[in-house]
């Protein structure tokens, strides 16, 4: 239980720090109702539910009371507890099927006896349809759903209430069991001497000139007012005596932390005035970072690489990779063409570039031949030397007889030979100016002028003779 629950009634000594919670309800019939109380330490909200299991249930018989005093209950605090904790405690009366609920949160004054008067409202249990989860839907359960509780005059306000040093009745002893007074009697309102609290103007926890103090009013910056107790506000934290917004709190001052540090050093941090880390001196560790890698250049444009271990010291290197095929400047030739050669160089990646234009080639191959025509149709050879250049042609071989179109007499009286183009003599012609060959006397031709009539070449100037003469009756008609 969070807070001790005891009736006013049985002549029970009350404790020196007490809350009397005086009940006045609007519930229908004039019996006996069942009164539950839940209690619960700090300001824990009970929520739109009512809890399973009830502190404590009273059979009372009073209702709302015009005269004498209301039926009332009294809470004090834990035993072991704080004698100024703050209580949340929840009414609940029935009585003919109707429920009706009331939440109060207040903060215990040591050594005063205060009151707490609620009353339930009929009206707090009306139907509503402003619930999201709780069915069905009443007034109180729409408040107890937004953080609320239904009050005194059957509208939403916060459960939070300061307990009065004056109960405004007669205190009754029997109130458990009392039946609602006579109409005529007195209405027992607060006496004229009663103690009336003035907190106006007033700071949060001053004396409120009754013997208490101001549960509400004006405090340091950063704070609250908390039933009567300057508290940080949500959002602050207290540091140094302050209350500091929660973005600035890194720590509770005087609190220490050993920090890794560096390359596997370490250094010890404490905790300012201020609530923020004072960061020590690094100390000890290694070269490098676990885990940091290191590459360098190696061989032939390739790298190399090593990396940190878990000691913060270098590992030992690693093979050589990603190398070129040259060494960058080098240069390399090659021969080319007929004796030729043309050069390339290794670029600044160890690659190399592309071959020149091919220089100092000869005329020819070595081995290479070559022949041409001399003489009369004879040719002539030479072999490519070691230094790609032609030696002089050789003698010249496979003359013919003559030379092609050289001519020569002799064939005939009237007749040359002409050297034909493989050089060789050709056949016995006519020679210039001449209309055949003589052939020695027997060369003729046919002719018209007379039947079998020929004609025969002239000796002396070797054309057809213009007499025709019978083949074989003239002879000698030449």
Do not use: K
């Not at 209690?39 to 004498?68: K, L, Q, Y």
């Not at 690094?282 to 290191?294: A, I, L, V």
């Not at 960058?328 to 160890?350: L, V, Y």
């Amino acid at each position: 239980m969070s807070a001790a629950l005891t009736s006013a009634a049985g002549g029970c000594i009350l404790p020196a720090t007490l809350v009397e919670v005086l009940v006045e309800t609007e519930l229908p019939g004039s019996g006996p109702f069942d009164l539950r109380v839940w209690v619960r330490n700090n300001d824990r909200p009970f929520g739109a539910t009512t809890p399973a299991r009830e502190t404590a249930t009273f059979r009372m018989v009073g209702r709302r009371s015009r005269i004498g005093d209301a039926p009332s209950f009294v809470l004090v605090p834990r035993e072991g507890g704080a004698r100024d904790a703050i209580v949340t405690a929840r009414v609940e009366a029935e009585a003919e099927g109707v429920v009706l609920r009331r939440d109060v949160r207040f903060r215990f004054t040591p050594n005063t006896h205060g009151f707490v008067r609620i009353v339930l409202r009929g009206s707090c249990g009306l139907p509503d349809t402003r619930c999201r989860m709780v069915e069905p839907c009443t007034r109180q359960a729409v408040c107890e759903e937004n953080g609320q509780t239904c009050g005194d005059n059957g509208v939403c306000v916060t459960p939070q209430v300061i307990p009065t040093l004056s109960r405004g009745r007669p205190f009754n002893p029997n109130s458990f069991d009392a039946t609602v007074p006579d109409a005529g009697e007195d209405a027992g309102m607060p006496p004229e001497d009663a103690c009336v609290p003035n907190c106006m103007g007033r700071r949060c926890g001053e004396p409120n000139g009754c013997g208490g103090i101001c549960e509400s009013g004006p405090c340091a910056g950063g704070e609250a007012c908390n039933l009567g107790r300057c508290e940080c506000a949500p959002g602050f934290t207290s540091c140094g005596g302050t209350c500091r917004p929660d973005a600035d709190i890194e720590c509770m001052s005087g609190m220490t932390r050993s920090m890794s540090c560096g390359t596997c050093g370490s250094r010890m941090d404490r905790c300012g005035a201020d609530c923020r880390w004072q960061n020590g001196t690094c100390s000890g560790g290694g070269t490098c970072m676990p885990g940091e890698m290191q590459s360098e250049p190696c061989g032939r444009c390739g790298t190399r690489s090593r990396s940190c271990g878990a000691d913060c010291n270098w590992g030992a290197w690693g093979g050589c990779s990603g190398e070129g095929v040259c060494t960058a400047g080098m240069t390399e030739s090659m021969p080319c063409g007929n004796c030729g050669t043309q050069t390339r160089m290794c670029q600044a990646d160890c690659r190399w570039g592309t071959f020149s234009a091919c220089g100092g080639s000869g005329p020819c191959r070595p081995g290479e031949t070559q022949s041409q025509a001399c003489g009369n149709c004879g040719t002539q050879s030479r072999t490519c030397g070691s230094t790609c250049q032609w030696p002089a042609f050789g003698t010249c071989t496979g003359q013919g007889a003559c030379a092609p179109g050289s001519t020569r007499a002799g064939c005939d009286m009237c007749g040359v030979e002409t050297c034909t183009s493989a050089c060789t003599w050709g056949a016995c012609a006519p020679r210039a100016g001449a209309q055949c060959l003589h052939r020695g006397g027997t060369n003729y031709r046919s002719c018209s002028a007379c039947r079998s009539g020929i004609q025969f070449c002239l000796p002396t100037s070797c054309v057809w003779s213009t007499a025709c003469c019978t083949s074989g009756s003239c002879p000698r008609c030449l």
